[in-house]
């Protein structure tokens, strides 16, 4: 590991994990946050997508809003990879102090890294996009799995 990957990646605490659907709107520099459930399956990402662009557009501008997608798929799809067909995985996000923390729990325990990936290769770049858009990025054990988690900047729209 290099160190601007140390620099970029760690273990820390975040949110804790939410349950269904639950949106909180706070005005002023206090939080908004987002928290749900999605079944693990292909329409994840796109669900996940809509929900953050539903909760946090007028919050953000369209490049953050770009950025913030992309990581969020990213994170989504390895999180849809490493959990039982049958599972759930969870998504929570909170903007606030003009950053986005965006968090999915899957059902592996397998810490995530960065694969090589060469050329020709279709998948292994998703955590190098998600270190490159985001500020820093981590995981955490959970019980029943691990959260894995990015931060965004917000500058608020």
């Known amino acids: 590991m290099t160190s601007s990957d140390q620099t ?10 939410g349950t269904r659907l639950a949106v909180v709107g706070l005005s002023g520099d206090l939080p908004v946050s987002l928290r749900c459930e999605l079944p693990v399956g292909y329409e994840a990402a796109g669900t996940a997508r ?3 662009n539903r909760h946090f557009a007028d ?3 369209p ?6 997608k992309l990581i969020l798929t990213e994170l989504v799809a390895n999180a849809v990879e490493a959990s039982s067909s049958s599972g759930l995985i969870w998504l929570e996000a909170q903007l606030a102090a003009g950053e986005l923390l965006l968090e999915v729990f899957d059902q592996s325990g397998e810490v995530p890294h960065r694969r090589p990936a060469d050329d020709l290769a279709e998948g292994g770049r998703g955590l190098l996009l998600v270190e490159e858009l985001s500020t820093h990025w981590g995981w955490r054990p959970e019980p029943g799995g691990k959260v894995v988690w990015a931060v965004a900047r917000a500058s608020a729209a």
Request: charged share 20%.
């Open 63 to 68: 490049a953050e809003q770009d950025s913030a």
């Open 59 to 61: 919050r953000l501008t």
């Open 8 to 17: 970029k990646h760690s273990t820390t605490q975040g949110l804790g994990l």
């Open 50 to 52: 809509a929900q953050l």
